[in-house]
């Protein structure tokens, strides 16, 4: 409820600024609520802030509806209005993003924004054997010399802790009241991050093999870097393509044969489309790695969060690697 009033005052605001450059905002900033809001796309970032607002009245909003499939979200007028009156955004960066540096640098408020790619040592998206090409919007295959920084960086544990850093200080800045809160809350959760770290850490120093194949896209390459895993996939991270060739259907099948791989992952909110086809030629089994882009309705409305979802990848890969 207090989430559609907020709406429905920023909506009149802007209608009310957009009606007229000669129309004075200052009467109409004084009704907007005076409480700190945070708008997120994704919701890595939208629990981080959920974690480190605890207790306050700070409200965080997410831009993705929960079950959206975030590569070919687009965002609405009324986004773009939610952001334009935040007192921060909070956005991956990198090529799928272009639109929101746009946004940020053309907004006359310069509103407060955090991008998640500055707060990380970034890889770039990486063309692997045996991977689809990464294709533009018409279809055609990006030049292999065209490097793209990969975007998904709060896949790795220990980049989720720079980042609720980051967050905090951030956030911090704009609300110093509730400073000493923020920074409390972001101690019990970074410990708990990095409790995850070393849970991930010790499945992957008992397991049997140290490849991971992803018949799907490819958001989890901070993730094997970090801990010294090797991987095949099917598209690079955020590719708008998922139509497997022939060619890279072939490659993977026999990569699971040849390395005898138990099992492969696909994303959340994929079709598992290609997952299918290599397990019915491979009887591997299919299961989830989540990569945390976005929930399913279902899980958002049960409550689960960043560390529920990795927990429970701590246990695939647990049966992947073995
Ligand atoms: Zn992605």
């Known amino acids: 409820m207090k989430n559609n009033i907020h709406i429905l005052l920023v909506s009149a605001a802007v209608v009310f600024s957009l009606s007229g450059c000669s129309v004075k905002k200052t009467s109409v900033e004084k009704k907007m609520p005076t409480k700190i809001t945070v708008v997120t796309t994704l919701f890595a970032p939208f629990d981080f802030v959920r974690e480190i607002t605890r207790g306050t009245d700070t409200q965080v909003n997410m831009l993705l509806p929960p079950g959206a499939e975030v590569h070919s979200f687009e965002p609405t007028a009324q986004d773009m209005i939610r952001i334009q009156n935040c007192s921060l955004f909070i956005y991956a960066g990198g090529g799928g993003d272009a639109w929101a540096d746009k946004l940020v640098a053309s907004l006359d408020n310069k509103i407060k924004s955090m991008r998640m790619i500055d707060c990380v040592n970034l890889l770039e998206e990486e063309h692997k054997e045996g991977m689809e090409p990464d294709k533009d919007d018409s279809g055609k295959a990006n030049a292999v010399n065209e490097k793209e920084w990969d975007e998904h960086v709060w896949v790795s544990p220990k980049n989720a802790i720079l980042i609720v850093n980051k967050i905090t200080e ?153």
Request: with cysteine; charged share 25%.
């Open 170 to 322: 951030t956030l911090s800045a704009i609300d110093p009241k509730n400073s000493a809160v923020y920074q409390k809350n972001a101690e019990s959760y970074t410990a708990q991050l990095s409790e995850l770290d070393n849970e991930f850490r010790t499945v992957i120093s008992k397991a049997k093999r140290t490849t991971v194949i992803f018949a799907d896209r490819f958001p989890a390459r901070y993730f094997t870097e970090e801990f010294g895993l090797s991987y095949f996939a099917a598209f690079p991270g955020c590719s708008t393509d998922t139509e497997p060739s022939a060619a890279t259907v072939s490659f993977i099948i026999n990569k699971v044969k040849q390395e005898k791989i138990p099992a492969v992952f696909y994303i959340e909110l994929s079709n598992q489309k290609m997952a299918d086809t290599v397990c019915e030629a491979t009887g591997a089994k299919k299961l989830l790695f989540h990569c945390c882009h976005n929930l399913s309705k279902d899980d958002f409305n049960a409550g689960a969060t960043y560390l529920s979802v990795m927990k429970h990848n701590v246990e695939t890969l647990k049966e992947a690697l073995n």
